[in-house]
């Protein structure tokens, strides 16, 4: 009989078992009882595409970001909420900054670990879940390629909707995506394709996340052109301001709710 992976916090027990990779504090996967072992986030497309990224740049500290994520980080102010995140690498700097800070995520495992990593005030749930909160904010990151958070057409108003209903007057958003389109690789231009003639956009992926035996459910994540990215704001409270492209293909989107 095959069993099934078990639906659980797959980004939480990665986070727990990479900072303990890390610190050599607590237990943690070892190769042959012995050496620690690299942990690995498996990521499966539902196309049957399987990839394998190292987890630790979730823990990596300024000198090793991106240049794009120092820029986004230096143009964040005021209330700031950090949607996805993860283990706070951003929180972090940010609040060292003396920048006020909120780390948010869906994660229970990914929060215990921001906690322990010293990242101060921290919310479990969605943009959606938190507006209940009453929480107010000047600036909303959307970093690590978290744009995919605004899932395809149906999601994009939703998300944005909360957004403006936890922003204060002249909010930004800030989002790190990335253009999948410069690709040859007839795996991934056939899978836009597929995406395309069932009327998704080409780079909204249908993904889940495995680690050791646990899974997530199935998701969409979005990767898409920046001009894609006009198209799914255009419309909503929010307008795009700037897009900046100077590490191409990611990309940095700025939007600020309209007047
Ligand atoms: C790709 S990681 C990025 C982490 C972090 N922003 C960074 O740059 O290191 C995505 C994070 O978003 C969280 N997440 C996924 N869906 C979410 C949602 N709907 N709302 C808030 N957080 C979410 C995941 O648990 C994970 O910690």
Do not use: K
């Not at 991106?66 to 996805?84: K, M, N, S, W």
């Amino acid at each position: 009989m095959t069993v099934e992976p078990l639906i659980g916090d797959v980004i939480g027990e990665l986070l727990r078992d990479t900072l303990a990779v890390a610190t050599g504090v607590g237990p943690r996967p070892l190769v042959g009882g012995r050496l620690p072992r690299p942990v690995i986030e498996i990521i499966e497309r539902d196309d049957g595409l399987i990839n394998g990224a190292p987890a630790a740049h979730y823990l990596d500290g300024p000198a090793e970001w991106q240049p794009y994520d120092h820029r986004a980080v230096d143009r964040a102010h005021g209330e700031t909420l950090d949607i996805g995140t993860g283990a706070g690498r951003i929180a972090l700097l940010l609040q060292e900054r003396g920048v006020p800070v909120t780390g948010l995520d869906t994660s229970a495992g990914a929060l215990e670990v921001s906690r322990r990593r010293g990242v101060r005030r921290l919310v479990h749930g969605t943009v959606d879940t938190h507006v209940a909160d009453g929480a107010q904010y000047d600036t909303f990151l959307l970093l690590g390629n978290n744009l995919g958070l605004f899932e395809g057409r149906e999601r994009a108003p939703e998300f944005l909707a909360a957004l403006a209903a936890l922003a204060r007057p002249g909010a930004q958003i800030i989002a790190q995506g990335t253009d999948p389109y410069g690709t040859r690789d007839p795996l991934h231009t056939g899978y836009h394709e597929r995406n395309r003639r069932r009327g998704r956009l080409g780079g909204q992926l249908r993904l889940r996340l495995r680690y050791r035996e646990l899974s997530t459910e199935w998701f969409d994540y979005l990767v898409c052109s920046a001009d894609e990215f006009a198209s799914l704001v255009h419309g909503t409270g929010w307008r795009l301001t700037d897009v900046d492209h100077r590490d191409a293909p990611y990309y940095l989107a700025t939007l600020r709710l309209a007047d």
